[in-house]
């Protein structure tokens, strides 16, 4: 079994401030690459066992379909259980950890069931620490420029 796609980032925020974007399931297309649109986020979110129901793709090819939340431990982890069928599911957990007066953020992805899994591959290694770089960086965005 091979380990998960995993990159880092040094946010210039708090902890607290990474959080208040990470909690907040409506700006998961802010960030998220591939999310398209938000339908539904569960009251509680991201309690564990909650749910954000999201469209990802580009239209004509929108998937729906959930992500569940795992874990979450305000200002330190978020593990996920993000669904887009038919394509699979993957568990991607991310850490939060104070450096200074910013936030160490790494993200980690592993796929779980369905083709994702199945091709687990070098390639799909890249192309997820590519994906997750990028959605890195967004969320970086969305924490530097709230108020």
Partial sequence: ???????????????????????????????????????????????????????VGGWPFLVSDYTTSLEAVPEQRLRLKARAWPFGEAEVRVELEPEGSGTTVSMFEKPTAGPGKWLHNPLQQRVLVARNKEALARLDSLVTRRP
């Fill in 1 to 55: 079994m091979s380990a998960p796609a995993a990159v880092s980032r040094l946010i210039a925020g708090s902890p607290a401030k990474v959080w208040e974007v990470l909690s907040d399931g409506w700006l998961y297309t802010g960030w998220v690459v591939g999310a398209a649109h938000i339908r539904d986020v569960e009251s509680g979110w991201p309690a564990a066992g909650t749910r954000l129901h999201h469209s």
